[in-house]
């Protein structure tokens, strides 16, 4: 591993896993990176997704309650709702990613990790909350990694 795209996936398994099975997030971290080899370049990236969309998460989840028309986060597929969560972390937070390629990003992942009509409905949501985003951006924190 060492792309993006697994970085991504690997944010996305561990946002799953603390949404399904709360609790403190550093144990987390110790137990998933216990399983896999990866450069601390692509672990620092993990990291600060997770910490950002953890951090920022009840805006994000503010954000994708508006724009999932008839759909709330509880009734969204866990793996379609973290993909999500995740590509609405960076559009709001993360001015080095354009909001194209993290559309681009959770509609693949989406398809690969959620069911046959994941990747619809994911592209479907991210791209009302884009040209909502292009109108007004609402402010929120980056967290550093620690």
């Not at 970085?7 to 946002?15: G, K, N, Y």
């Not at 550093?26 to 990176?33: G, M, R, T």
């Not at 997770?50 to 999932?68: M, P």
């Not at 989406?110 to 609402?138: C, H, Q």
């Amino acid at each position: 591993m060492g792309s993006r795209r697994d970085a991504r996936e690997s944010a996305v398994q561990i946002l799953f896993q603390l949404d399904f099975n709360p609790g403190e997030l550093d144990p987390v971290l110790v137990s998933f990176w216990a399983e896999r080899k990866v450069s601390a370049k692509t672990r620092q990236f993990v990291e600060e997704l997770v910490r950002g969309v953890l951090a920022n998460r009840s805006k994000v989840d503010g954000v994708i309650e508006k724009c999932a028309q008839n759909w709330s986060l509880h009734r969204m597929a866990g793996v379609d709702r973290n993909v999500i969560r995740l590509a609405v972390y960076e559009m709001l937070c993360r001015t080095d990613i354009p909001h194209a390629v993290s559309i681009d990003e959770a509609v693949s992942i989406a398809k690969s990790m959620g069911d046959v009509g994941s990747g619809r409905f994911v592209n479907g949501v991210l791209d009302r909350i884009r040209r909502d985003l292009d109108v007004e951006t609402p402010a929120v924190a980056s967290p550093k990694a620690s």
